[in-house]
């Protein structure tokens, strides 16, 4: 666990260093000084479980993209408090969210609402007057396509094309920068999964609109 201080954010668009899964575990220490091998362990006691469900990922698989980590809520003798939560294995700092739902958005278009997958739901479109939890703006736009032998975008490269292809397309729908704090909203990134990279067809980067707090839409944000 570091001693950092952390900036918080409110949306996975943004660059962010970890993502809170579960809030409230309890992690039972024995009294006095615990080291860190110790610590992590019993934080895979409490945390790993759902962090495999959360990331599809082993947390003791030590080539994972992702790294179970825990910040301090609250230490008592005999107990603490953490927030579980992903980071990036490379320790670097990325945007989009580490958690692996795989459902379709396949149908929804340019100025659909909906609401996002779920572990066994599709995507699901919302007549935009009731409330959502985004609206599309970008669909399908292709990345890397000319390239066969470009790699798998690293996060920080994802943030990159995300700033290149759906910025402006943000501004031109909403009216707003992105980066408009007088309103609550951002936008949130979807795209190719690793797997999929090697089928130029399906590398895509689909762009959403999406509150900054992460409460529900209601309307639409198409100017």
Known sequence: MSDETIDLVSSCAELHLGEVFLSGARLYVPSGEMDAEIWYDNLLDVCGAEFEAFTGDDPEDSSSRWL????????????????????????????????????????????????????????????????????????????FADNESAPYPTEEEWSDLATLLCD?????????SPNDESVNISYSLIYTLEVDWNDVGQRLLTCAVISYDGTLLEGTWRR
Request: charged share 25%; with cysteine; proline share 5%.
């Open 68 to 143: 179970l980590w825990g910040l301090l809520e609250q230490q008592e003798v005999g107990e603490s408090i953490v927030s579980c939560t992903v980071e990036s294995a490379d320790g670097e700092l990325w945007a989009g969210t580490a958690e692996n739902v795989v459902g379709s958005y396949e149908g929804l278009e340019v100025g659909d609402c909906f609401d996002f997958p779920t572990e066994t739901l599709d995507a699901r479109q919302v007549d935009c007057s009731l409330p959502h939890e985004g609206e599309m703006f970008v669909v399908d736009a292709p990345v």
């Open 168 to 176: 402006k397309p943000f501004e031109e729908y909403t009216g707003y």
